[in-house]
C-alpha cells in the first residue's frame, strides 16, 4: 500500500481542547501543524466533561478569536457555596479577588475549537488508527497512522506535541531514564450523572457530609450535572435512578438543600489520581495536559492546566521555529510546572478537604470539619481558596 507524506513544522497527537487550541495559536504565529486522534469528531464530542473555566482560559478562547460562545451560553459564576455541617457558606470570588469563573462544558470548548480549525481548512484527521510516533531523539520525528478513509498516512516534522490525554502514547516513547512520574491515588472515585430537571442551587454546591462528597452542578435551564463519592468499584448498573436520587437528597438533605429531580441521562464512574510527567520536553518531543498531568476533579482544573500548557508552548514554538532561538523550548517545562504543581497542590487540597476518608478515625472527621470551619470562617481562608478555584496569573 502507498504512504502519503505530510511534511509540517509541528504534527499535534491529539484532537482534544489542547491540541486543537495549539494548531490554533500556532497558526496565529505563523507556524503551521497537522493534528491527529485516533477517536471522531463526534466520539470527542459526545463524551461528557467537567465544565468550570477560569477567567484566563475564558479570555484566551474569546481574545485569539476561536468564539464568543462562551460569554453567549455560558453562564458566569461569582461563587461557590460550601455546605457542612447542616448548612451552607458562600465563597464570593468577586467580592474577595475581583474574579469569576464560567460554567461553560468541556464538549462546548472542544465544538467551538473544531468549527474554528474547520473554518479555516486547518488538517485535523479525526478517526485515524495505528498510530505510531518515531524518532523524538532526533530533529525529523515522525507519526505514523492509518487515516479514516483506511490511507496509510506519514507526517514528518521539527516538533511533536503529545496532547494525547492520560493514556498518552507519546508520552511511553520517553526514555526511562530521562523521566520522573509523581503519582497520588485516593480511595474513592465519583459517581457522575447528567440528569434532565431544573436548577436546584443558583451556584455550584461544594457539599460534604459524613455520608460523603457530593457536587451540584449545572448544565442548562433544564439540564444538569451532579456527582457524588463513591467507592472506585462502584457498577452503575447497580444504580436506579431511584437508588442515586435517594443518595443524592440524603448528602446534601444534610446541609439543608433539596434537589429537584428528573431522568438521568448518563452515569459513569470517574477515577481519581494526581499524576506528573517531568520533563514535559524529551527531545523533539513535547507533552500538554492531560499527557503530562492529571488532577483529581475537585478543584476544576483539568481542562485550565490544559489550556495554560499550550499557551505557553505555542510562544516557545514559535520563537524556536520562527526567530531562531532554539534554547526556547528549554523554557517549556519549568514555566509550566510552577502552574501544574500549584493545580496538584490545590486540587488535593480540596479533595481532601470534602471527602470521607474511608476508614478514618473520629479524629479524621472532627480534623476535617475544623478546617472546613478555619476556611468559610475567616476572609483569609475564603480568599485562599478564591484564589486557586479562579486560577492564578498566566505563566511568565
Ligand atoms: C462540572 O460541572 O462538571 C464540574 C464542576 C466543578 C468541578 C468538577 C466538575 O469541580
Request: net charge negative.
Amino acid at each position: 500500500m502507498t504512504t502519503h507524506t505530510t511534511a509540517t513544522q509541528v504534527c499535534i497527537v491529539g484532537a482534544g481542547p489542547a491540541g486543537l487550541m495549539l494548531s490554533h495559536l500556532l497558526e496565529l504565529a505563523g507556524v503551521d501543524s497537522v493534528v491527529v486522534d485516533h477517536r471522531s469528531r463526534v466520539e470527542i464530542q459526545s463524551t461528557v466533561r467537567a465544565g468550570i473555566l477560569e477567567r484566563d482560559s475564558v479570555q484566551l478562547l474569546v481574545e485569539s478569536g476561536v468564539s464568543d460562545n462562551v460569554l453567549i451560553h455560558g453562564d458566569e459564576h461569582r461563587r461557590i457555596d460550601l455546605a457542612f455541617g447542616g448548612g451552607s457558606n458562600r465563597v464570593d470570588f468577586h467580592e474577595l479577588v475581583g474574579a469569576s469563573v464560567w460554567l461553560y462544558p468541556q464538549t462546548s470548548v472542544f465544538e467551538d475549537l473544531a468549527a474554528a480549525r474547520e473554518a479555516v481548512g486547518a488538517d485535523v484527521r479525526f478517526g485515524v488508527a495505528g498510530t505510531e510516533v518515531l524518532d523524538i531523539g532526533t530533529e525529523r520525528p515522525v507519526v505514523r497512522f492509518v487515516d479514516a478513509d483506511g490511507l496509510r498516512q506519514e507526517v514528518r516534522c521539527r516538533y511533536l506535541v503529545g496532547a494525547d490525554g492520560s493514556h498518552s502514547l507519546c508520552r511511553q516513547q520517553v526514555p526511562e531514564v530521562d523521566r520522573r512520574q509523581y503519582f497520588q491515588e485516593y480511595p474513592f472515585a465519583w459517581f457522575g450523572i447528567l440528569c434532565e430537571a431544573p436548577k436546584s442551587a443558583a451556584e455550584l454546591v461544594y457539599s460534604h457530609s459524613a455520608r460523603g462528597f457530593a457536587l451540584i452542578s449545572q448544565r442548562t435551564e433544564s439540564m444538569q450535572r451532579m456527582y457524588f463519592q463513591c467507592d472506585p468499584s462502584e457498577d452503575v448498573t447497580q444504580w436506579s435512578d431511584d437508588r442515586i436520587w435517594a443518595e443524592l437528597q440524603a448528602r446534601v438533605g444534610a446541609n439543608g438543600l433539596t434537589l429537584q429531580e428528573g431522568p438521568i441521562c448518563d452515569r459513569a464512574v470517574l477515577r481519581f489520581r494526581s499524576f506528573v510527567h517531568e520533563p514535559m520536553r524529551s527531545g523533539s518531543l513535547l507533552l500538554a495536559g492531560d499527557a503530562a498531568h492529571t488532577v483529581p476533579p475537585t478543584g476544576a482544573k483539568g481542562l485550565n492546566l490544559a489550556l495554560a500548557d499550550v499557551r505557553v508552548l505555542a510562544e516557545c514554538l514559535e520563537r524556536a521555529l520562527r526567530k531562531d532561538d532554539v534554547d526556547a523550548l528549554d523554557e517549556y517545562t519549568d514555566r509550566a510546572l510552577s502552574r501544574v504543581w500549584k493545580a496538584q497542590h490545590f486540587s488535593y487540597w480540596m479533595t481532601r478537604l470534602l471527602h470521607q476518608i474511608p476508614a478514618g478515625t473520629e479524629f479524621d472527621a472532627r480534623r476535617q470539619l475544623a478546617e472546613l470551619q478555619s476556611v468559610v470562617g475567616s476572609t483569609s481562608g475564603r480568599t485562599y481558596l478564591a484564589e486557586g478555584y479562579t486560577g492564578w496569573p498566566a505563566p511568565r
